[in-house]
């Protein structure tokens, strides 16, 4: 805000500030606000770190590949989040896989085939799946669009038992498959709108190129659009799973707990805990440091998680805009 | 659409294409239904919800008690009961967390775009985004590391606020980024070339331009937040009764309603948990519409 270097431009000389009080003052507030933002996210990262070191350090079982979660008595600490790990990859990349054919499908009617008076409309429908609170989809999942699909469950475990993806588990409804298909719901208009986007910026030469050369609408939108949007359509995949990796109160009224010591299995008609819903069902139990460190330590685990898969989705992003730019 | 209308019919020397069918033409027609099935089924669950929300709510929530009285001295047997408390609380917490949310995300938005020079850029855009992927859980567990379990505070309404504050800080800087950026910069150089310094031409000129689709980014950030649970969960305690202080003891929530009377299985219960859900989804479904609707009729024409 003080020193400046010369101006070496015409541009410059117009943009530079005058040093008025008006100029310096919102200059400092806007910095400090920005200041603020990456304060607000090392402190993040610092303080789940100092809270959860400890915890982990006095861990008795190694904390990333053990199995059980015992933290009732502060000088026996014993837990690992290998089965945290499991259930919430195995549910968020389910809810992947069913909801990205589903947006992509969703984007392409959008911006190839409706009619553009439609389109913006029709958007916003999709839109509006998002602006439901993941409680209510949690209420209605448990009570309304479990015992809906379980027919087709049964029809999976009976048919295809033989893959251990599909082995009979639970007879309730609180199942993996049961919140797979419900987060598959709420991160549809994340897929959908990010994908939308990208399909929206297909050169129009490219479309009539493949036109002119005969090509039939869905000869063009593969030759065409599809290669154009790809990077854009993995980024809104990763997103997505981002939030479904985090996603809580769907999953807390979903899911139903396992009892302790029950052996591991790879079915998604089993029950589990997520990182979030562990965290979730035990927040009226943070008592003491130790123990609380030990769903901190959880959370980071999350964090970590839900950062790596954010990140590769921005990497694929910004590649693609220096391709393209 | 054209292309098959122009090969089909194309006899004669005139056309050196031929006519698309078979199987080209099978997989074109089977393609556009496709996708148009593909929008439909996303409609299924959008409806159901609503339809279920609505049916099984709606007899509470046509009452005017439901929305005058608290749940003090309504036993789980009772039926009726009130959503004042909750919506109380609800609105107290996204208000506090849109005032500390909304002077932090707008002026980092304005460092973005106005100050593209500055050296912050870069990282401020990447913490942005990290911000954006954080977990609700883990921004209410931060909010509990730091004052519960460090500074020794109790849980309290104030501090779900802040947790919202997180989640809601990096949409609107998003937001406010985006509606700077298409403001023309025709505007700006107009304004510098009448000599007004850039403080003012940000204040009078950029901001204004940009007042509606900024306005919108706010209302969708607070219909977000409105319908969080997890920060509730671990940082304030349930209560039936009216609580208007946010920075004492347990404050009810709608989201907290839901998820205590979800456990009551006895039909009272169930009511009560379907016509909060009804009354949520009602104020996230009133700023949502509202701001799609300033949005379109106002502000810069793309």
Same mark, same amino acid.
């Given at each position: 805000m003080t020193a400046y270097s010369p101006p070496d431009s015409e541009e410059d000389l117009v943009k530079r500030s005058t040093g008025r009080l008006g100029d310096r003052t919102i200059a400092f507030l806007s910095t400090a606000s920005g200041v603020a933002v990456i304060a607000t996210v090392v402190l993040v990262g610092l303080f789940l770190l100092w809270r959860a070191v400890p915890s982990i350090l006095a861990d008795q079982v190694p904390f990333l590949t053990s199995r059980e979660w015992n933290v009732n008595n502060p000088d026996d600490l014993r837990f690992g989040v290998l089965d945290l790990m499991w259930t919430t990859v195995l549910s968020s990349v389910m809810a992947m896989v069913l909801a990205v054919p589903v947006a992509v499908g969703i984007a392409i009617f959008i911006t190839q085939y409706a009619p553009r008076r439609l389109a913006k409309p029709v958007a916003s429908l999709v839109d509006l799946l998002a602006a439901v609170p993941s409680i209510i989809y949690g209420l209605w999942g448990i009570q309304v669009l479990a015992p809906a699909i379980k027919p087709f469950g049964d029809w999976l475990n009976s048919t295809f038992g033989w893959i251990p993806l599909f082995a009979p588990g639970l007879?309730?409804?609180?199942t993996v498959y049961s919140i797979g298909v419900v987060l598959a719901i709420m991160i549809l208009p994340i897929i959908t709108a990010i994908s939308r986007e990208v399909f929206d910026q297909t050169p129009l030469l490219h479309k009539e190129a493949a036109l002119a050369l005969g090509a039939t609408k869905w000869e063009m939108v593969r030759t065409a659009v599809l290669p154009f949007g790809r990077p854009g359509v993995i980024a809104a995949s990763m997103l997505g799973l981002g939030r479904a990796l985090g996603e809580t109160m769907a999953v807390v009224i979903i899911l139903s707990k396992p009892a302790p010591g029950s052996e591991f299995s790879a079915s998604i008609f089993n029950g589990g805990e997520t990182f979030a819903s562990k965290i979730a069902n035990n927040a009226a139990e943070f008592d003491s440091p130790e123990k609380t460190g030990a769903y901190i330590a959880a959370g980071l685990v999350l964090f970590i998680l839900t950062f790596i898969v954010n990140a590769i989705a921005r990497y694929v992003i910004h590649r693609r805009k220096e391709f393209t730019e | 659409m054209s292309v098959t209308t122009q090969t089909k !019919? !194309? $006899? !004669? $020397?005139?056309?050196a294409l031929t006519p698309v069918h078979g199987r080209r033409r099978f997989v074109d027609r089977s393609m556009r239904v496709l996708v148009f099935l593909a929008f439909l089924l996303a409609l299924i669950p959008l409806v159901w919800v609503l339809w279920i929300t609505i049916s099984r709510g709606i007899a509470l929530v046509v009452q005017p008690e439901w929305w005058t009285s608290s749940m003090r001295n309504v036993g789980p047997n009772d039926f009726g009961g009130g959503a004042a408390a909750a919506i109380q609380g609800t609105l107290t917490q996204a208000a506090i967390a849109t005032v500390i949310a909304v002077p932090i995300g707008v002026l980092t938005g304005i460092y973005l775009v106005e100050y593209q020079e500055k050296p912050l850029v870069k990282p401020i855009s990447f913490m942005t985004d990290v911000l954006t992927g954080i977990p609700s859980i883990v921004s209410g567990l931060f909010i509990y590391a730091l004052f519960i379990t460090t500074f020794g505070f109790s849980r309290m309404g104030f501090l779900v606020a802040l947790a919202l504050t997180l989640l809601m800080i990096p949409v609107i800087i998003r937001g406010t980024e985006e509606m700077l950026k298409i403001v023309p910069n025709d505007l700006r150089e107009a304004s510098y070339a009448l000599g007004v310094p850039r403080y003012r031409t940000i204040l009078k000129v950029v901001l204004p331009t940009a007042m509606s689709g900024i306005i919108t980014t706010i209302m969708l950030g607070v219909a977000r937040i409105m319908g969080e649970t997890a920060p509730l969960l671990i940082l304030v305690g349930y209560t039936a009764s009216l609580n208007p202080n946010p920075f004492t003891g347990e404050q009810a929530a709608l989201p907290l309603m839901i998820n205590v009377e979800r456990g009551n299985p006895l039909p009272p219960g169930q009511e009560r948990a379907w016509a909060a859900a009804l009354t949520l989804i009602l104020l996230v479904m009133v700023l949502n519409i509202g701001a799609r609707f300033i949005g379109r009729y106002s502000g810069i024409k793309r």
């Open positions: 007879t309730s409804a609180g | !019919g !194309g $006899p !004669g $020397p005139a056309s």
